[in-house]
């Protein structure tokens, strides 16, 4: 029987496999940032034990960074202790680090991929569960709780019990209009926050062939949503020509030997899944959440639901204090929801091909009186990107936001925050209560939802935005 | 680690599903740079709501929490187990845990007990009828107990096996390092290193 390309790379990577115990599995790379690393450098310390490879370990600054007056110390004291032990553990051990200031600093899931760090038939491991991001290039990455950073830290390798393989077949073609980001907020809400538990993920079908990279990034970077271990992609010329001539990409005879044995990779014709769900890309439109998981979501033409309508009694009892949290009553239409802030950037929504389309569409548009926009690129790089091809100067013209690097309002560790009872329509992965900043309302929104919402100040579509030119015209 | 055998303890129903890791300490909350003192942090926002649970005298004690569906979603913070062992509780028994969370509960020693979501009801049912009221977690027999009601539940033989034993994980893998280094000699030399830095 064939093998799935999940299974070929966790078989390539077992150093240790015993009956009734879980497989012992290599890590090709290991990303740590500021938050979950502390007590586990404080863990090596207590044991004297070292990082057994500081070569395949790499590290950044992103949750705790400020995105304004980065010439400056970082004001809170807390953070700026936590950054600082970062700063003094990478020293000590011997580990890259690309700390505020640094020309490779950002996001560190934007920062993998970017510097060619990510490639196809790896595992790769972060004490951060949007690791699934890296999974868009053919690779095993999932994220690990503070011990097992450790545990990484100190061996290399991480003991696993092999998840079960799921496939999700994209089938159509996603129409003009329609998004990844809409594709895989329709698809957590079909499947629920739970659908993917236990699984690692396949995203398969000529839909998924189609996008780009950063796409395909956005698709693996929500896997977790819906409690997938993993979610992956084949690796394709799509990836090969993303990744060649990276920094660290294999270069010469290494690069072809490399593709020959990506190409190896890709699920073979009779490998069976343990699971198999279909979703239909034709039928996706713009989608929003109206609740507080990323599986309570709706067609953005549609309307807030009511508690009611669900037949499962935990989903009734979470609707209804979802819309109490969310301050919505059942039946009100989504594109009557005003909102006062958005938030383009993020490791689902933060690359440049997600600032490109965000400038686009911000063209001849200004922000709406009320609302405020947050434009926050996902590393260093991108932002210097960006402000060549001129989008930062779109951005500010329109009168939004233009910021420095990090993972700013995707969670409540940096100064941008919501404030109670304040309501966003975010790019970013999840809207629990309070994740933003404490009673702050989340609406999970694609870019171009983003920024026809910050236009309008209430959410919308670019077809909104469009009618909004015409009538203007 | 310290071994986990049986314990017995105050049970807290918590009647929610999707209990998030942002919920279970939010984000500000995880700037601390130690591994202790996280209590203050557990459910911090639905603490300021006089009838949340754990604000009940009967519940000050309690050690076991009984929760909904999909308990431990999203965020990949340890300090989600940290925060609920710092504040005392000794096991989770939920109908369904994401697997980070199960994974970081088994790593620092806090049972995540499953059990099917009908024995929640009961378990419910029966911490509602007599608040204060004790739940007996047994690794051994892989057991829920409290007043009349038994129910078997699930944690993998090797968790479980550890927890008995009060294992470090690192531990056990170092003592394979011979395997990990054939591993290395023949990992591809087309792989990615960090260093030097390009």
Partial sequence: MGKTLAEKIWDDHVVRSADGEPDLLYIDLHLIHEVTSPQAFDGLRLSGRPVRRPDLTLATEDHNIPTTDLDKPIADLVSRTQVETLRRNAEEFGVRLHPMGDIDQGIVHVVGPQLGLTQPGMTIVCGDSHTSTHGAFGSIAFGIGTSEVEHVLATQSLSQAKPKMMAVEVVGDLPEGSTAKDLILALITQETTGGGQGYIVEYRGDAIRKLSMEARMTICNMSIEWGAKAGLIAPDDTTFDYLQGRPHAPQGEAWDEAVAYWRSLGTDDDAVFDKVVTIDASTITPFVTWGTNPGQGVALSGDVPDPASFEDPNERVAAERALEYMGLTAGTPMRDIAVDTVFIGSCTNGRIEDLRVAASLFEGHKVAEGTRVLVVPGSVRVRLQAEQEGLDVVFKDAGAEWRGAGCSMCLGMNPDQLTPGERSASTSNRNFEGRQGKGGRTHLVSPEVAVATGVLGHLASPADLQQLSKAGA | ?198
Avoid: C
Wanted: proline letters at 5%.
């Fill in chain 2, 1 to 198: 680690m310290e071994k986990f055998t049986a314990h017995t303890g105050v049970g807290a129903p918590l009647r929610r599903s999707n209990v998030d890791t942002d919920q279970i300490i939010p984000a500000v909350y995880l700037k601390r740079v130690t591994r202790t003192g996280f209590e203050d942090g557990l459910f911090s926002a639905w603490r300021n709501d006089e009838s949340f649970v754990l604000n009940q005298d009967a519940y000050t004690n309690a050690t076991v929490l009984v929760a909904g569906p999909d308990f431990g979603t999203g965020s990949s913070r340890e300090h989600a187990v940290w925060a609920l062992m710092d504040y005392g509780f000794k096991a989770v028994i939920s109908p369904r845990f994401a697997d980070i969370f199960r994974g970081n509960s088994g790593k620092a020693g806090l049972v995540a007990a499953q059990v099917d979501e009908d024995v929640v009801e009961q378990l419910w049912a029966y911490l509602e009828a007599d608040p204060g009221a004790s739940i007996t977690v047994d690794l051994e027999s892989r057991t829920v107990r409290a007043g009349d009601l038994e129910a078997p539940f699930h944690i993998d033989d090797y968790t479980r096996w550890r927890l008995l034993e009060g294992l470090d994980d690192v531990a056990i893998t170092l003592s394979h390092d011979d395997d990990i280094s054939a591993y290395e000699a023949r990992r591809p030399a087309f792989k990615p290193a960090t260093l030097p830095a390009r």
